[in-house]
């Protein structure tokens, strides 16, 4: 049956062109040669042998990732646990020290932290339900946490924070700028492209020269990071349906269908003076393209939760799995868990939400181990923001409201897990860990303080490392992240992957 | 005097609208030409090369004395233009200037001046500067010649060819360019080649048909008819009227939930059965709301009323993800339909004291000790000021950058923050203590929280220190500036909180961002995506002022919006002018274009449409926005140009198969009845179209009647002929091949890119 449709839509004229011989495609990227134009745009990238793929897994509506890595040591010169108590227990908001899952930090001189218990294995009525978490993975070093990480136009001390001569991003703690600015690495004025759609930009001409779906494939929609200026992203529902359907165009078999088909293959390179037109067209083609380049794509043999984390990733995995037929030898993904805008009710939703992002990433990582890929995927998360360390509320309802630094998870076989990793502050004080003191050195008030961390570490700073890991060429670095030029020395410190 | 008399008709009848007197609305109300003449950019006598000068050089130079010559980049230039009719305070924010190099890349000049050129009829100077405003690509190559294009209310001038940097260069002038040289006595302007619709049926029936998809769910005979007969103005005083939601279609009558469902209504059909056993979806659940709000956009009478509802409830948002109860939703939506031809500031007070907002947004739990920001942030940033200051206009009111440390700046212009998290406190502090009247109130029930009556205060939650709000050129100190209730108890703070609440959003109300920045929003969701800032401007000062001194109007909003210039006309011409129906409406206006109904035709279509795949995997279920910001949102730019276009974010490779696949369900195969979910089921009804098809076996008769209906006669001849050849490849044979004729035309349209964004 697979077959057979694969055959028809070929007969039909749309079986796979290479990408820029789309009508919708010159139109948009050119006239002349769009092709040129991207060779001389990546003149600086060489294809690099072997697969790579980068996976964006954002927490959609801003983590509290206060409770995520948690101090679990009672050293006094550091953040401990009972500062971290101090400030969270009494409305309720802290999690016990007893259940923290235990980690040790080397650069931090080997002191305890503690993720949240549900990102270890968990057990439903004596069983452990589909596999043991991510926690494992960060003593086997596949694991790492960057710390403090968040928005920036420049490096900021509390007290530039507090100057208006200093610039600092756009709507601070509003979610879709924050969004907007962690998906795009600009925070200084809005946007059009993506770093993920820039990056494909810079790379796809000289790596997937002729793949045959878009570098970036989004399995939650349109995200501006997916979007490039010659970059539009594949855009697929999650695993619920087989990758061979995903795009299925439907009724082309009944009466009059092949000839109904070709008109409306035809009808996408019409009338493309209009902007609009040529947008909608666009998208259709690369749908209709997509299409029959997926026909035969195969399905992956790892179990997977049945949630929508667990679906996307595992559509994910599908891809990875058919990525020679697809002919693309580097992948970006984005995949995203929505529900953390916890201003209420934080702590039952964190279990659910920790424990479907963690099972959903351990069974991807588990099924690119089966692959032979753990090596060459690094999966990695963003967020809105991080949440007020001052809790909103108490009791059963407590939450907690919209902030700035947060931490983030790293994760792939390349990745230098076990470890902490993130910047001090622009003064050279602190440490790799922000001070959990409301009105401290970290938080942006001093007078109401809400415990809003400045961030460490820019989303610039981290996409780069990610970026240039991924075979970014650092002559384009500049373009991709026009303002990681405003961190001295740049991203080499942060040194989570190599 | 004719005019005269017409115009003391308009009072009159106006007056008696006014007063709820019905009028004798049969009468014929002649509504203006909705056509602006298309604007000709001029050229040297005998090239397609634009007349152009440097600005510094324009006044001292007549324009037979304009020589051709090469310009630099970013240098300022006047360029000429006629065939137009500004009208009063129509100026340079009217026109826009797009240019393409001879990389096939888009770019727009900014258009700093318009004046009339003396000594000419009807030619206008139009000041320009060659640098580029959108940014989406480098500056443009300064290696040779670049087209020009000129837009204007829609429509699109003839390109001309100006050199940059130098004259010359790859760059081919436009299939079928002539010269258009300045008008002198005995000659006469070139004709200009732009697409024409080619007229069947009535004087203006494209302009009307468009009207249709901007103020109304969808065209259908009858309303054509109506409208053809007492014409816009009078339409839209008719609707205002109208009693909402129609006879036959009330709001759905669902109690409220008590704490827990009774066991036999709980959708647990384990533990006690429910009885019936959709006891919960018919009483609880979203589905009632969301058929309802279906079948009144497929049949409801009301379609403005209806039709701004919905436009409100994608800025004022509130979602079934977290909204738990299908009658928190209704009693939502009736404020939304309300206040729809109301006055925007009732709107925001209602919307603030309404439960289901209040809990959706978390205003409910905000309370002096444990404040939640939630609500006070959204209520400025999407529901009234933004977060940039404007200018009336809607553009961004821009500062030189202030922050000299930087080392490298991506822009020399920084936008203004309309508010900061400071504001944000303040404004959480005035709505703190607001909650669900669970006593005391006519729909308070113990035990069963109250979704119906507003929100009331708990006296002792509110915040009684001072508070500073919005700070803005021209704003009232007693609504910025809110003291404390120093030794405030009981009544006094109930007082005090309802006044400071009214002080806020007065405050809120009175800030000059919000004629530009909700009229924006409004001319998207209604006509298009990009509109001038002339527009914007004009809809703007009418928000503003009514023309009687009154703030905030929404039928006058309306009217400024539907009929203007820049709405109407037969045919817009302009590369970006338009908008990607979004799915509600591209479901909506195919269904009813052809009749929709039950599965089997004999009754209505129960309007259950959400469920199925294909139209839920067209990524906008109502009711069910997955966040605060809308299903799509309003400064969405396609990827790929730079362009303005909110619905795009819903036009993924995902969702395009599905509007393709949802069509061939309505078209083909019609949804079933299914029980007890899908009680009529759905179908269209092509009978008529069929016997079109039949008449003509060459199949023109129906892509003429299918031409006016769907595209109001602007379908090009190489879509018609790729469309015909498909139909014809049907058999002429039985009647059934006829009716496959005409649903293979249907099809096509319907999919089609040309048909998915409305222009």
């Avoid at chain 1, 790293?410 to 230098?416: E, K, L």
């Avoid at chain 2, 634009?50 to 310009?71: D, G, K, M, N, T």
């Avoid at chain 2, 409208?227 to 009078?234: C, V």
């Avoid at chain 2, 206009?393 to 936008?415: I, V």
């Amino acid at each position: 049956m697979k077959g057979s449709r694969r055959d028809f839509l070929k007969k039909s004229g749309s079986c796979a062109l290479g990408m820029t011989a789309l009508a919708t495609q010159m139109h948009y990227f050119g006239t002349m040669s769009a092709m040129a134009q991207r060779v001389m745009d990546s003149q600086q990238n060489s294809p690099d042998a072997g697969y790579k793929a980068l996976v964006l897994l954002f927490w959609s509506g801003g983590n509290d990732g206060n409770n995520m890595v948690v101090p679990n040591h009672s050293d006094g010169t550091i953040s401990n646990y009972a500062a971290y108590s101090a400030a969270r227990g009494t409305q309720g908001l802290a999690i016990p020290q007893a259940s923290l899952l235990p980690i040790a930090v080397p650069r931090l001189g080997g002191l305890s932290y503690g993720l949240h218990p549900n990102l270890g294995p968990l057990t439903q009525n004596g069983t452990t339900i589909v596999n043991n978490g991510i926690y494992d993975l960060y003593n086997q070093g596949k694991l790492a946490v960057v710390t403090n990480v968040g928005n920036l136009v420049r490096p900021l001390t509390k007290a530039q924070y507090q100057s208006s001569a200093y610039q600092k991003p756009y709507q601070l703690f509003s979610h879709s700028d924050q969004v907007n600015q962690a998906q795009t690495s600009i925070s200084n004025t809005q946007a059009f492209t993506g770093w993920g759609g820039r990056v494909s930009d810079k790379m796809t001409l000289a790596n997937n020269p002729s793949g045959l779906i878009p570098m970036i494939t989004s399995i939650s929609g349109s995200q501006l990071f997916t979007a490039g200026q010659t970059t539009l992203p594949l855009a697929i529902n999650d695993s619920g349906t087989p990758l061979a359907n995903v795009l299925n165009p439907a009724g082309f078999t009944n009466s009059g269908g092949a000839a109904r088909l070709t008109a409306f293959n035809a009808l996408r390179s019409q009338d493309l003076s209009s902007n609009y037109i040529a947008a909608a067209s666009h998208v259709t083609d690369l749908a209709m393209q997509a299409n029959t380049a997926l026909a035969s794509a195969q399905d992956v043999s790892t179990l997977f939760p049945n949630t929508s984390i667990g679906r996307q990733l595992k559509q994910v995995a599908r891809l990875i799995k058919d990525r020679t037929d697809l002919n693309v030898t580097r992948q970006i993904f984005y995949v995203q868990i929505g529900g953390f805008d916890t201003h209420t009710v934080e702590l039952t939703t964190h279990q659910t939400l920790y424990t479907q992002f963690s099972q959903a990433m351990r069974s991807f990582y588990d099924e690119l181990s089966a692959q032979s890929v753990q090596n060459d995927v690094t999966t990695f998360s963003l967020s809105d923001f991080g949440r007020t360390f001052n809790p909103a509320g108490s009791g059963a309802s407590v939450g907690t409201d919209h902030a700035w630094g947060n931490h983030m998870f790293v994760m792939g076989g390349s990745v230098n897990g076990g470890d902490f990793y993130g910047s001090l502050r622009p003064d050279g004080s602190g440490t790799y860990f922000p001070t959990l003191t409301l009105g401290g050195p970290d938080d942006t008030d001093t007078s109401s303080p809400r415990g809003r961390w400045i961030p460490t570490t820019s989303v610039d700073q981290y996409a780069a490392q990610l970026a240039r890991w991924y075979g970014l060429a650092p002559g384009d670095q500049a373009a991709v992240f026009p303002n990681l030029v405003n961190f001295p020395g740049s991203f080499s410190q942060l040194g989570f992957l190599p | 005097m004719k005019t005269k008399i017409s115009q003391v008709f308009l009072r009159v009848l106006t007056l008696a609208l006014a007063l709820g007197i019905c009028p004798l609305l049969g009468l014929a109300q002649e509504d203006p030409d909705p056509n602006s003449p298309t604007p000709v950019l001029l050229s040297a006598p005998d090239s397609t090369r634009a007349l152009a000068v440097s600005a510094r050089e324009s006044s001292r130079i007549a324009l037979y004395q304009i020589a051709p010559q090469a310009f630099a980049p970013d240098s300022k230039i006047v360029i000429y233009v006629s065939n137009i009719d500004v009208m009063k305070d129509e100026g340079a924010s009217a026109f826009r200037v797009y240019a393409e190099d001879s990389r096939g890349r888009e770019y727009v000049f900014p258009v700093d001046g318009l004046k009339s050129v003396a000594n000419y009829r009807n030619v206008y100077a139009v000041t320009l500067r060659l640098t580029d405003q959108a940014g989406y690509w480098e500056p443009p190559l300064a290696d040779g010649d670049i087209l020009l294009r000129l837009t204007w209310r829609g429509l699109t001038s003839n390109r001309v060819r100006l050199g940059l940097g130098s004259m010359g260069g790859t760059i081919q002038d436009d299939p079928g360019a002539v010269p258009t040289p300045v008008w002198t006595k005995g000659s006469s302007l070139p004709t200009i080649p732009t697409e024409q619709p080619s007229y069947v049926g009535y004087k203006w029936s494209g302009d009307r048909l468009r009207f249709m998809e901007q103020a109304t769910f969808g065209q259908t005979p009858a309303l054509d008819s109506r409208i053809r007969r007492i014409g816009l103005r009078a339409w839209l005083s008719e609707q205002f009227q109208l009693p909402y939601p129609s006879a036959g279609n009330p709001y759905p009558n669902q109690p409220l939930k008590p704490g827990s469902a009774p066991a036999d209504c709980d959708n647990d059909q384990v533990t006690v059965p429910d009885v019936p056993v959709t006891c919960y979806r018919d009483t609880y659940s979203m589905y009632q709301p969301q058929a309802w709000f279906l079948r009144e956009a497929l049949y409801g009478d009301a379609q403005l009323r209806h039709r701004m509802a919905w436009a409100l409830a994608q800025i004022w948002v509130t979602s079934g993800v977290d909204v738990q109860q299908g009658r928190h939703m209704v009693e939502y939506h009736k404020v939304l339909s309300a206040n729809a031809f109301g006055n925007y500031r009732t709107l925001m007070k209602q919307m603030t004291l309404n439960p289901t907002m209040g809990d959706y947004l978390s205003m409910d739990l905000s309370t002096k000790n444990n404040p939640n920001e939630n609500y006070a942030r959204e209520v400025m940033q999407l529901f009234t000021v933004g977060l940039f200051m404007l200018k009336p206009n809607g553009t961004l009111d821009c500062l030189e950058h202030p922050f000299p440390d930087m080392t490298t700046c991506a822009s020399t212009d920084t936008p203004i923050p309309t508010y900061d998290q400071t504001t944000v406190n303040n404004m959480t502090k005035v709505l703190t203590g607001w909650t669900e009247c669970n006593n005391g109130c006519p729909n308070s029930v113990s035990g069963t929280p109250n979704y119906i009556d507003p929100m009331v205060l708990v006296n002792g939650n509110h915040d009684l220190t001072a508070k500073t709000l919005l700070n803005y050129n021209g704003a009232i100190p007693a609504d910025r500036d809110i003291a404390a209730c120093t030794g405030c108890t009981g009544t006094a703070i109930a007082a005090y909180a309802s006044a400071s609440m009214d002080h806020a959003l007065d405050n809120i109300f009175n800030h000059p961002n919000l004629p530009p920045y909700i009229s924006r929003i409004l001319i998207q969701q209604l006509v298009t995506s990009n509109p001038t800032p002339a527009y914007v401007g004009r809809v703007a000062a009418v928000f503003a002022n009514n023309g009687f001194g009154v703030r905030g109007d929404l039928q006058a909003v309306i009217k400024a919006i539907l009929l203007d210039v820049e709405a109407r006309g037969d045919v817009k011409t302009d590369p970006n002018y338009g908008k990607l129906r979004e799915p509600v409406q591209l479901t909506t206006n195919v269904a009813r274009n052809f009749g929709v109904a039950s599965y089997d035709g004999t009754s209505l279509s129960d309007g259950v449409f959400v469920g199925r795949g294909d139209f839920n995997g067209m990524s906008q279920i109502p009711f069910f926005a997955p966040t605060v910001f809308n299903f799509y949102p309003p400064s969405y730019e396609i990827p790929g140009t730079g362009l303005n276009g909110p619905e795009f974010a819903l036009m993924t490779t995902s969702t395009s198969i599905q509007r393709a696949n949802f069509i061939n369900t309505l078209i083909f195969n019609r949804i079933n009845v299914s029980n007890p979910n899908i009680p009529n089921g759905t179908s269209l009804n092509f009978t008529d179209l069929q016997a079109i098809s039949t008449s003509d076996p060459t199949g023109n008769l129906l892509l003429d009647e299918l031409n006016r209906r769907m595209m109001h006669s602007t379908m090009s001849s190489t879509m018609r002929s790729t469309i015909l050849t498909a139909v014809t490849n049907i058999a002429a044979t039985t009647s059934e091949n006829y009716l496959q004729r005409a649903k293979q035309a249907v099809y096509l349209i319907a999919t089609s890119s040309q048909y998915q964004v409305q222009r």
